[in-house]
C-alpha cells in the first residue's frame, strides 16, 4: 500500500541510494525518508524541452529545484506540464526516480495551483521532516526503533551536525510564509472525510479519480483541493493507488 511522500527538494536533491521497501524500489533521503510516490508543490521557474516528445520543468520550493519530466510516453501528462507558463505555482504527484546527476519526478497528475496550496504543502512538508529528524536524533542516541532511519545514518553517514543543518533547511523554509498563516483548512465540509467515506463503500474495487473530483465539485470544491486532500490521504496510508487514476481503501 503505497503513500504519497512530501519531502523539500533541498532534502531529496540529496538522495542517492535506492532501496528497496515494502515492494517498491525507493529513493533514500539523509533524513530516512523512502520517496517513490511523492506530493510536492512549488513555483514552476523554467521549461525546456520540445512540448512534442519531453519537456523537464524545474520546481522550486525555497530548498531547492525539483526536476520534473514528461514525455510523450504519457502524452496527458506532458501536454499538462508543457501548458503551464513559467511563472506558475505547480503541484504534482508523480514517481521519484533516481538520474545520472540528480533525481528526477515522473507526473502523474500536475495542476496549477494557488499560494495557499503551496503554504499549506510547506507547513505540512517542515511537519514531516520535523518527525524524521527526531527518529534520527533518536537513533544516534542509541533509542527507538526506526529501520530506515538505522539505513540512513549507515548510507550517508549521518551525524548531529547534518542533522542540524536538516532542520535549518526545513527552518528556512518556511521563513517566505506570511507571519499570521496557518495549516487551517476552510470551515465547513471536511473534504478528506468526505473522499474516505466514498472510497469506503468502493471497496476492494477502488473508485475512479475524476468520481472523486467530481464529488468534490458536488461539495463545492475544485480538483485541485481534491487532488491535494487525496495526496494526504495517501501520505497518511488510508488509501493507495493501484494503478494509474484509482484510488483504493487501504
Same mark, same amino acid.
Given at each position: 500500500m503505497e503513500a504519497? =511522500? &512530501?519531502?523539500?527538494? /533541498? !532534502?531529496?536533491?540529496k538522495a542517492t541510494r535506492g532501496i528497496h521497501h515494502l515492494g517498491e524500489d525507493c529513493l533514500l533521503t539523509p533524513a530516512g525518508a523512502c520517496v517513490h510516490l511523492v506530493y510536492l508543490v512549488g513555483a514552476l521557474t523554467s521549461m525546456s524541452g520540445d512540448a512534442r516528445t519531453a519537456v523537464t520543468a524545474r520546481i522550486a520550493d525555497p530548498t531547492g529545484v525539483f526536476l520534473v519530466r514528461a514525455t510523450a510516453r504519457e502524452p496527458e501528462m506532458l501536454a499538462a506540464l508543457a501548458g503551464i507558463a513559467p511563472p506558475a505555482f $505547480? =503541484? $504534482?504527484? /508523480?514517481y521519484a526516480e533516481g538520474g &545520472?546527476? !540528480?533525481?528526477?519526478?515522473r507526473p502523474l497528475s500536475v495542476a496549477q495551483v494557488d499560494r495557499a496550496v503551496r503554504d499549506r504543502w510547506l507547513v505540512r512538508t517542515a511537519d514531516r521532516t520535523a518527525a524524521r529528524l527526531e527518529a534520527l536524533r533518536a537513533r544516534l542516541r542509541g533509542e527507538g526503533d526506526d529501520p530506515l532511519a538505522d539505513e540512513?545514518?549507515?548510507v550517508y553517514a549521518v551525524t548531529p551536525a547534518m542533522v542540524e543543518e536538516l532542520r535549518a533547511m526545513?527552518?528556512?523554509a518556511l521563513e517566505v510564509l506570511p507571519a499570521?498563516?496557518?495549516? =487551517? &483548512?476552510?470551515p465547513g465540509v471536511d473534504l478528506a472525510a468526505v473522499l474516505l467515506a466514498r472510497l469506503e463503500t468502493g471497496g476492494r474495487e477502488g473508485v475512479p479519480m475524476e468520481d472523486l473530483v467530481a464529488l468534490g465539485a458536488k461539495e463545492g470544491f475544485s480538483k485541485v483541493e481534491v487532488e491535494e486532500a487525496l495526496a494526504g490521504l495517501l501520505e497518511e496510508g488510508d488509501c493507495y493507488m493501484p494503478r494509474r /487514476?484509482? #484510488? &483504493? #481503501?487501504?
Amino acid at each position: 500500500m503505497e503513500a504519497a =511522500a &512530501r519531502v523539500f527538494a /533541498g !532534502e531529496l536533491g540529496k538522495a542517492t541510494r535506492g532501496i528497496h521497501h515494502l515492494g517498491e524500489d525507493c529513493l533514500l533521503t539523509p533524513a530516512g525518508a523512502c520517496v517513490h510516490l511523492v506530493y510536492l508543490v512549488g513555483a514552476l521557474t523554467s521549461m525546456s524541452g520540445d512540448a512534442r516528445t519531453a519537456v523537464t520543468a524545474r520546481i522550486a520550493d525555497p530548498t531547492g529545484v525539483f526536476l520534473v519530466r514528461a514525455t510523450a510516453r504519457e502524452p496527458e501528462m506532458l501536454a499538462a506540464l508543457a501548458g503551464i507558463a513559467p511563472p506558475a505555482f $505547480v =503541484a $504534482v504527484l /508523480g514517481y521519484a526516480e533516481g538520474g &545520472r546527476k !540528480e533525481p528526477t519526478v515522473r507526473p502523474l497528475s500536475v495542476a496549477q495551483v494557488d499560494r495557499a496550496v503551496r503554504d499549506r504543502w510547506l507547513v505540512r512538508t517542515a511537519d514531516r521532516t520535523a518527525a524524521r529528524l527526531e527518529a534520527l536524533r533518536a537513533r544516534l542516541r542509541g533509542e527507538g526503533d526506526d529501520p530506515l532511519a538505522d539505513e540512513a545514518i549507515a548510507v550517508y553517514a549521518v551525524t548531529p551536525a547534518m542533522v542540524e543543518e536538516l532542520r535549518a533547511m526545513a527552518s528556512q523554509a518556511l521563513e517566505v510564509l506570511p507571519a499570521a498563516d496557518t495549516a =487551517a &483548512r476552510s470551515p465547513g465540509v471536511d473534504l478528506a472525510a468526505v473522499l474516505l467515506a466514498r472510497l469506503e463503500t468502493g471497496g476492494r474495487e477502488g473508485v475512479p479519480m475524476e468520481d472523486l473530483v467530481a464529488l468534490g465539485a458536488k461539495e463545492g470544491f475544485s480538483k485541485v483541493e481534491v487532488e491535494e486532500a487525496l495526496a494526504g490521504l495517501l501520505e497518511e496510508g488510508d488509501c493507495y493507488m493501484p494503478r494509474r /487514476g484509482l #484510488i &483504493r #481503501i487501504a
